[in-house]
Nanobody, 126 residues
Framework: QLQLVESGGGLVQPGGSLRLSCAASGFPLDYYAIGWFRQATGKEREGVSCISSSGGSADHADSVKGRFAISRDNSKNTVYLHMNSLKPEDTGIYYC???????????????????WGQGTQVTVSS
């Protein structure tokens, strides 16, 4: 069974940057599409960024386009979320999730993923 562990969250000032990591174990990450999601207090979980298992295709929510990037290093079994120009509204718990899928598959849908990490807190505040 795929296991995912997020890290890299913390407190950052508006305009700052963070890099989140999603480390996988249990299965080679090569077979899995990965998504990053976030959940703010009192709000539903939403898709932020996603990447296909090959790494050749990615997508981002409109709210983070131009500020966030997603990448993966299958040799390290890790997917990264690079967050720049952070805003207070980016605050929340960030989760990564995995789905065994075709090499081109990607999705920002919460219900499309089978394996979830425990989350890492990101707080953007001055």
């Amino acid at each position: 069974q795929l296991q995912l562990v997020e890290s890299g969250g913390g407190l950052v000032q508006p305009g700052g940057s963070l890099r989140l990591s999603c480390a996988a174990s249990g299965f080679p990450l090569d077979y899995y599409a990965i998504g990053w999601f976030r959940q703010a207090t009192g709000k539903e979980r939403e898709g932020v960024s996603c990447i296909s298992s090959s790494g050749g295709s990615a997508d981002h929510a409109d709210s983070v386009k131009g500020r966030f990037a997603i990448s993966r290093d299958n040799s390290k079994n890790t997917v990264y979320l690079h967050m720049n120009s952070l805003k207070p509204e980016d605050t929340g718990i960030y989760y990564c999730a995995g789905k065994r899928a075709a090499r081109w598959y990607k999705s920002l849908g919460v219900l499309d993923y089978d394996y979830w990490g425990q989350g890492t807190q990101v707080t953007v505040s001055s």
